[in-house]
T-cell receptor, first 114, second 115 residues
Framework: AQKITQTQPGMFVQEKEAVTLDCTYDTSDQSYGLFWYKQPSSGEMIFLIYQGSYDEQNATEGRYSLNFQKARKSANLVISASQLGDSAMYFCAMREGNTDKLIFGTGTRLQVFP | DAGVIQSPRHEVTEMGQEVTLRCKPISGHNSLFWYRQTMMRGLELLIYFNNNVPIDDSGMPEDRFSAKMPNASFSTLKIQPSEPRDSAVYFC???FGGGLSQPQHFGDGTRLSIL
């Protein structure tokens, strides 16, 4: 079974609008961490935001926020006020508490149009 | 601060040749990871090290692949002999271990093409 599922292969959003990228996960651990990475067309992987399983507040980093719904095992990334430079692949990843390994989803390609 | 440094950025070689990819982690990071990214399989963890010791190499495809970390500031991933199906982008990442919240920081990757 997939541990990280990103069901949206591609998303479009108009500049200045908000967009939500979906991520669901599967783990039986109580302690785990969820990460989002951005991969622009230039290829590098850029860490965006982290949410811990015990965190009561949703994580925020500038225009990025995480809509964390633990009971539903979802950790959706919200990008507010989209910019053209946000066009990229976005990957959700999970680290379970007993390992350093990150398990990545298949990614969502976001296109921001003017 | 310098990030994770990988070399070469691009490598094109003929099948059967030995390929060596290099990685310098961020200073102070004690965990190092090698990933492979392809269209078909996405991002796969090949092997990772803690404090220069290989911890999990279950993702290494086969005996043609080997990785070493002789010291805290250098690691290599070697493919010998290389095959066309090894063509991919190979990423090295490092993190400051010990905390669940510590993100992995990635290098820019090596784009490998085996002809």
């Amino acid at each position: 079974a997939q541990k990280i599922t990103q069901t949206q292969p591609g998303m479009f959003v108009q500049e200045k609008e908000a967009v939500t990228l979906d991520c669901t996960y599967d783990t039986s651990d109580q302690s785990y961490g969820l990460f989002w990475y951005k991969q622009p067309s230039s290829g590098e992987m850029i860490f965006l935001i982290y949410q811990g399983s015990y965190d009561e507040q949703n994580a925020t980093e500038g225009r990025y926020s995480l809509n964390f719904q633990k009971a539903r095992k979802s950790a959706n990334l919200v990008i507010s006020a989209s910019q053209l430079g946000d066009s990229a692949m976005y990957f959700c990843a999970m680290r379970e508490g007993n390992t350093d390994k990150l398990i990545f989803g298949t990614g969502t390609r976001l296109q921001v149009f003017p | 601060d310098a990030g994770v440094i990988q070399s070469p950025r691009h490598e094109v070689t003929e099948m059967g040749q030995e390929v060596t990819l290099r990685c310098k982690p961020i200073s102070g990071h004690n965990s190092l990871f090698w990933y492979r990214q392809t269209m078909m399989r996405g991002l796969e963890l090949l092997i990772y090290f803690n404090n220069n010791v290989p911890i999990d190499d279950s993702g290494m495809p086969e005996d043609r692949f080997s990785a070493k970390m002789p010291n805290a500031s250098f690691s290599t991933l070697k493919i010998q002999p290389s095959e066309p199906r090894d063509s991919a982008v190979y990423f090295c990442a490092s993190s400051f271990g010990g905390g669940l919240s510590q993100p992995q920081h990635f290098g820019d990757g090596t784009r490998l093409s085996i002809l």
